[in-house]
């Protein structure tokens, strides 16, 4: 059964997210380790040999992205970010040197280009970079709507310091509870999320925070310490409410990212 809307964007042609669903429920492995951390892992060999992987990207292309409801547009950008992603480690395979590539970073790309800002697949007619999914996602506006932070929760860069790629995909009847689910899961892992550190300190927490942090004053209403008392541990929100109750600012520090990738290459090394 394909996972859609009755009415997607009201028109047109409807994403077959169930392609994807099955891509990631094959190949995805929840609670795995990867360089001493535990992290969802994706088997990248497999995904590129499963046949669905390729129709899921072959129909995005004439996909409808006009008329979307908030689910809809951020069910179809967060699973055509991860996809892309992963799609750019399994066609780039080869760093500079020869070598296989470590990570998302140091992949192949054309001169004068980033990883982030070379083509990276078609979406409704058009060509998209990560840049640009990225962007639109951080900046919906062109499509009437307002960004929601926990976004950067669930689009995946293929890194080890990353969200967890979701071993579903996103879809608009579920979209709140699964991208909920998506941030405390993130932020449960003392790695890569958050961590009380000791004697009461502060909050260590991901660079994204850091790197991002304009979002969620700007255009989510919220900020970084009350997003992250939001949907921390408990002993990562007591750390903040302590701190805020006194009114005081919460330190805050941030794990160095891990940018390896968070699967094994498709390619002989």
């Known amino acids: 059964m394909a996972l859609v809307g009755c009415c997607w964007g009201a028109a047109g042609a409807a994403p077959d997210f169930s392609l994807w669903d099955g891509v990631l429920k094959r190949h995805v492995t929840p609670g795995g380790m990867r360089e001493g951390a ?22 995005l292309e004439t996909v409808n992205t006009t008329g979307l409801s908030r689910q809809e547009f951020y069910a179809l950008f967060m699973n055509v970010y991860n996809v892309f992603a992963v799609n750019t480690l399994i066609r780039s395979p080869l760093a500079p040197t020869g070598k296989c590539a470590l990570g ?95 004697d009461n300190k502060g909050v260590e927490a991901s660079a994204i925070f850091k790197w991002f942090g304009s979002d969620f004053s700007d255009k989510c209403n919220t900020t970084v310490p009350d997003f992250l008392r939001k949907y921390s541990p408990p002993d990562v929100a007591a750390v903040i409410e302590g701190f805020q109750n006194k009114g005081a600012e919460v330190p805050l520090s941030y794990f160095d990212y891990n940018w390896d990738a968070n699967g094994v290459m498709p390619c002989d090394c």
């Not at 535990?38 to 129909?59: E, R, S, T």
């Open 104 to 198: 998302i970073r140091n992949v192949t790309v054309a001169a004068g280009t980033t990883v982030w800002d070379q083509p990276a697949g078609i979406v409704g007619g058009k060509m998209w970079s990560l840049d640009g999914v990225e962007h639109l996602l951080r900046d919906p506006t062109s499509m009437g709507l307002k960004e929601d932070c926990r976004a950067h929760a669930c689009i995946v860069c293929d890194g080890v310091s990353c969200p967890n790629l979701r071993a579903e995909a996103y879809v608009p009847d579920r979209l709140d509870a699964q991208m909920d689910d998506n941030v405390r899961d993130w932020l449960a892992s003392p790695y890569k999320g958050t961590l009380a550190l000791p």
């Open 38 to 59: 535990k992290i969802n892992v994706v088997d990248y060999c497999g995904m590129k040999k499963d046949p669905a992987f390729a129709q899921f990207l072959k129909q």
